[in-house]
């Protein structure tokens, strides 16, 4: 038990950096876009992406693929955000 606490907060740092490049990288977003990984993530966690499409009066598949295009660009900003902090 000791071990995996001392993993923790060994991790810490990385977990803290990471969140802060996915912040930075969320701030760039287009509000629209914003708002919409917020629908589908954070509320309800996740969310019924066929009901949030009705409600959002789009197909279900252009919310999915929005979404992942969405997923890649995030993931290739919070990359890009470390690197740049780390050298």
């Known amino acids: 038990l000791a071990t ?4 923790r907060l060994d991790d810490l740092p990385s977990r ?3 969140l802060d490049a996915l912040e930075n990288c969320l701030a760039k977003l287009k ?3 914003r708002q919409l990984i917020k629908s589908a993530y954070l509320d309800g966690m996740p969310s019924d992406i066929a009901a949030l499409a009705v409600q959002m009066n789009r197909a279900p598949q252009t919310l999915y693929n929005k979404l992942n295009l969405l997923r890649r660009q995030l ?3 919070v990359q ?3 690197q740049e902090k780390l050298t």
Not at 4 to 7: I, V
């Open 75 to 77: 993931a290739e900003c």
């Open 80 to 82: 890009s955000g470390i």
């Open 31 to 33: 509000a629209p876009e």
């Open 4 to 7: 995996l606490a001392s993993e």
């Open 16 to 18: 803290e950096l990471r």
